[in-house]
């Protein structure tokens, strides 16, 4: 039984290094790149700004949107 937990160890291991090297993980990080404003200012809240970023400057290179500030803009991000 040791030693079928340690093959399952060792092979949830090399998967975990193996996505951490790759761009699966990398790819939901890497969306920090400003790319625009999108929208009127404030930013209504029940519309979506993911959606209005995408509308604005299509998907790619959008890939992220936030309403952020004092002034609730919504913020259109793209990969770097």
């Given at each position: 039984?040791?030693?079928?937990?340690n093959?399952?160890?060792?092979?949830?291991?090399?998967?975990?290094l193996?996505?951490?090297s790759?761009?699966i993980?990398k790819?939901?990080d890497a969306?920090?790149?400003?790319?625009?404003e999108?929208?009127?200012?404030?930013?209504?809240?029940?519309d979506d700004?993911?959606?209005?970023?995408?509308?604005?400057?299509?998907?790619?290179?959008?890939?992220?949107?936030?309403?952020e500030?004092?002034?609730?803009?919504?913020?259109?991000?793209?990969?770097?």
């Open positions: 039984m040791g030693r079928n937990m093959s399952v160890s060792y092979t949830v291991l090399l998967l975990v193996l996505a951490a790759t761009e993980m790819s939901v969306c920090k790149t400003f790319l625009g999108c929208g009127p200012a404030p930013f209504p809240a029940t700004c993911f959606t209005c970023c995408v509308n604005k400057y299509g998907s790619p290179p959008a890939c992220r949107g936030v309403v500030g004092t002034d609730k803009h919504c913020h259109c991000y793209q990969l770097p």
